[in-house]
């Protein structure tokens, strides 16, 4: 395949991704991935070990302290205003709280 094959197909590409909340630990040290579209991936890992700060990296939620994301061959940290907007549109996302039920 070639490169530009590969990059149509990538959706999300995590490159070398560095992050600390306020406190300064690091939360992601170093996380790099790729997920292809119609790819399965999965990300497990103990509670707080970051599972859902990578999710919220990858929407823009946060800022990456070093490293890029690419969701559609778009820099995510590059994104403001309407464009965010639109990006995030196309991306889903459930927090585990919505898995539980208080019936």
Not at 67 to 81: K, S
């Amino acid at each position: 395949m070639n490169a530009t094959a590969a990059a149509t197909r990538t959706l999300v590409d995590f490159r070398d991704v560095h992050f600390a909340y306020d406190e300064g630990v690091p939360v992601i040290s170093g996380v790099s991935f790729t997920a292809a579209r119609g790819e399965t991936l999965v990300i497990l890992g103990g509670s707080g070990s970051g599972k859902s700060t990578i999710l919220r990296l990858l929407m823009g939620f946060h800022g990456v302290d070093a490293g890029g994301i690419l969701f559609e061959g778009r820099d995510v940290m590059a994104q403001r205003g309407q464009d965010l907007v639109e990006m995030r549109r196309r991306m889903g996302m459930v927090f585990q709280e919505g898995a539980s039920s208080t019936a």
